[in-house]
Every structure is written in structure tokens, then in C-alpha cells.
């Protein structure tokens, strides 16, 4: 009798043991199907780690862990099937569980990496990353820029980046977006497109070609850096500014002439040793910032009447020239435009200019101010407090607008000459 009520126990036991390891079996379950969800999410787990060679090993990792996690509830299965199992050990847990919850740390970590979710919409067999902002699409990455990329880090070949996600037009790439996308060859961009955000493609090693629409007005700091394949860019005129480390470690900067990089109109940047006297020619509708900071051995500049604005800090930091002529058509000068050019003494001042920023002639020891006629008290209250001492400062007004006309070739390299002369417009 005591021996039935014993089996009955034992029956109990085991029946409540099943129901047990069953919910066990079906969390263990939904856990191992969590890993392969963060790997479509994540495209490759790679994408965590895509810095460094990580990107080549971590894949492995994560078939080594989801493997780890069907063998263990293999093994397990295998041993509850003995005859007699149960009456011996009635354990949920399963054999070797201690590398069992090893793996479920790290499925834990990744779920926590995951914890600031983004949208996602595959487009062309392609699932991008994005975030609403004021009813524009942004494409972004995870958390920062050492977590998942805002596509697979192992896409390869041309990209051709929608012009809409989630029904929301794509208004720009978000910082680090495509950082260390290794395997991209070329991209082409969307019209409507605004800008493109800090490091955005930077470290993509392979990519030789950058298609911009017009829509592109601003491309941030080392956007392209280490682009050490990219020779092809096509960047817009209505673009109003580029970082200057936005193509550092690119064919496209390093492998160009030495002299004054103009694209679309824009004065992009000096490159190589600056000659004692340059003219910004005609064709330039914009210097932008920093394009000329600390070239040392420039001494005299002329800026074409075709040019708008002066971008900040433009010539920061050259210390050697003396003196400037500012076009017919300038309108605006950026913050610290001339900041410690300790020699300039005489700089001249069209009608047209109506915005100077901040210190943009901090440092300048001016000591002639040319304006055209009647305009000395407007310039006068135009400089003040922009580094100018328009106390001290003589302002010679003349009789009308200075132009110019140029014979010869103009200055826009080393080697190169020009002639430029002034004449009065009656």
C-alpha cells in the first residue's frame, strides 16, 4: 500500500515535472529564436562590432552561440528520455547549464544593445534604419557609432538610397551612419536629400563614386574621411558648406592639382604652398570656411566680383597678409574670417557688404578702411567691435564703386600670374 502511495507520488511528481519542463522547453525556445531575431535585425551581429576586424569574427561567435544553445536542449531532451530519469532527478535545469546561462548573457547583452529601437523598411532587398524628425526621415545607426550601422555593414556594391522611408521623404543621413561600411563600391544619393551628417561614410574603404542631387546644401565634418578609394564626387552648386575634413583621405582631395579647389563655384580649400598674391577668380560664387586658414605665405588678396560670402574663419591664421580687396558683390563675412592675420593693415569695403561676424578682423592691425563714397559711417558701424578699431582706422572714401577687370591669366595655383586692374565705372 505504501509502495502504490509512493508510485503515486512519484507520478505526481513526474507529471508536474513534465508540465515544468515544458514551459522551461518553450522559453528555452523563444530565447533561441531572440538570437536569430537580433541577427536579422542586426543583419550580422558583425554590425556591433564593425570597428576593427571584429566585423570578420563576430558572425562565427554568433553561430558558435546558437549552436551552444540547441545542443544543450538536445543533450538535455536526450538524458529525460532515460528509464528512470525521473525517479532519480526531477530537475528543470539542464545539463551543463552554467554554459547555458553564459549564452543567455550574451543574448541578454545584445537584446540591452538593442534597447533604443529604430524603425526599419527594406527597400530593394535592402532594411534601412531611420528616425522621423519633423516629418523627414533621417537615416541613422544604433545608439553611436560602434553599434549597428544603418544597413548591413557587409552590403556591398552600388547603394542607391531611397528618396522616401516609411512614407516619409529622406531628408538626411544621420552621423556615423554608414561609418565603416567597408564593402560599399559607389552610392547614389536621393533628390530632396539636405544634408550629410558627422563621419557619415566614413572608413568605407571601397567606395570610389559619390553622386549629390542638388538638393545637398551642407556636408559635415570627415563625412568621407578615409574614403581612400573615392574619386568621383559630384557635389552641387547650392551646397553653402563643406567641413574641411569632410574629404580628408580621399583620391578626390589628395590626388587633385595643387592650387585653389573649386567645385560648383564654391572655394573650397588651398591646396599646397599659397603664393604671396592670389585672386579669387570669377567663377567663384563662395569661399568657404577655413579654405585658406593658415597659408603663411599669402600676402595680397583679391576677391572676385562674382563672390557672395566669405565663409568663417576663411583666412584664419595668415599671418602675413597685408592687405584686401573685397568684390563689388560681397555680402557677407564669416565669424573670424581674418582672425590673427597680425599684418593686415588696409582692407576694402564694398557697398554690398551688409554682415560681418564675430572678431572676423580680431587681431588685424587695420589701419586704412577704403568704402566707396558716402558709405564711411555705414562700414564704420558695420566693423564695430569685429576686431576693427574704426577709431584709430582711417577711412578713405572713394569717388565710386571699385571693379574689376582681369587680363591674363588668373591666380588660382602655384607658378601661375595675373594681372588685375582697377578702373573706375563711370
Not at 559607389?186 to 538638393?215: K, Q
Not at 559630384?234 to 595643387?258: C, M, R
Request: include cysteine; aromatic fraction near 10%; charged fraction near 20%.
Amino acid at each position: 500500500m505504501d509502495g502504490c502511495r509512493g508510485l503515486g507520488r512519484n507520478d505526481v511528481m513526474q507529471k508536474t515535472s513534465v508540465a515544468a519542463l515544458a514551459g522551461c522547453y518553450a522559453f528555452r525556445l523563444l530565447m533561441l529564436c531572440a538570437v536569430f531575431r537580433i541577427t536579422a535585425d542586426f543583419d550580422s551581429l558583425a554590425d556591433l562590432f564593425c570597428c576593427g576586424d571584429w566585423y570578420r569574427y563576430v558572425p562565427v561567435v554568433n553561430f558558435i552561440l546558437a549552436l551552444q544553445i540547441l545542443l544543450n536542449l538536445l543533450e538535455d531532451f536526450r538524458l529525460r528520455l532515460r528509464v528512470g530519469y525521473w525517479a532519480r532527478n526531477s530537475r528543470i535545469a539542464p545539463k551543463c547549464w552554467r554554459w547555458e546561462m553564459v549564452a543567455w548573457a550574451v543574448v541578454l547583452l545584445m537584446m540591452l544593445l538593442m534597447f533604443k529601437k529604430v524603425n526599419t523598411e527594406t527597400v530593394a532587398g535592402v532594411t534601412w534604419r531611420y528616425e522621423v524628425l519633423d516629418g523627414k526621415a533621417i537615416i541613422t545607426r544604433g545608439r553611436n557609432h560602434n553599434s549597428r550601422a544603418a544597413i548591413s555593414a557587409l552590403t556591398s556594391g552600388h547603394l542607391t538610397i531611397p528618396a522616401a522611408l516609411g512614407g516619409y521623404p529622406v531628408s538626411g543621413i544621420g552621423e556615423f551612419a554608414f561609418h565603416n561600411c567597408r564593402n560599399l563600391e559607389s552610392v547614389s544619393l536621393p533628390e530632396g536629400l539636405r544634408w550629410i551628417g558627422l563621419e557619415a561614410f566614413n572608413g568605407c574603404e571601397r567606395l570610389t563614386a559619390v553622386t549629390m542631387p542638388d538638393s545637398v546644401t551642407h556636408i559635415h565634418y570627415e563625412a568621407f574621411r578615409g574614403c581612400r578609394n573615392l574619386t568621383s564626387v559630384t557635389i552641387p552648386a547650392n551646397v553653402i558648406f563643406i567641413d574641411e575634413t569632410a574629404f580628408d583621405g580621399t583620391p578626390f582631395l589628395d590626388n587633385a592639382t595643387d592650387g585653389l579647389l573649386a567645385f560648383s563655384g564654391i572655394a573650397y580649400r588651398w591646396k599646397g604652398k599659397c603664393p604671396a598674391e592670389v585672386v579669387i577668380p570669377e567663377d567663384v560664387s563662395r569661399v568657404f570656411c577655413r579654405a585658406f586658414e593658415r597659408r603663411f605665405g599669402l600676402e595680397t588678396l583679391t576677391i572676385g566680383n562674382s563672390v557672395t560670402n566669405v565663409g568663417d574663419m576663411a583666412f584664419h591664421g595668415c599671418s602675413n597678409l597685408k592687405s584686401v580687396v573685397l568684390g563689388t558683390q560681397v555680402s557677407s563675412i564669416g565669424g573670424r574670417a581674418f582672425y590673427a592675420c597680425f599684418k593686415l593693415s588696409s582692407v576694402s569695403i564694398p557697398r554690398s557688404l551688409t554682415s560681418v561676424g564675430e572678431e572676423a578682423f580680431r587681431g588685424c592691425p587695420i589701419k586704412t578702411v577704403y568704402v566707396e563714397k558716402c558709405d564711411a559711417e555705414r562700414v564704420k558701424e558695420l566693423l564695430w567691435g569685429k576686431g576693427v578699431d574704426v577709431d584709430k582706422a582711417e577711412f578713405v572714401e572713394r569717388d565710386d564703386a571699385l571693379s574689376f577687370s582681369h587680363s591674363g591669366e588668373v591666380v588660382c595655383g602655384p607658378g601661375r600670374s595675373a594681372e588685375v586692374e582697377y578702373k573706375k565705372e563711370k
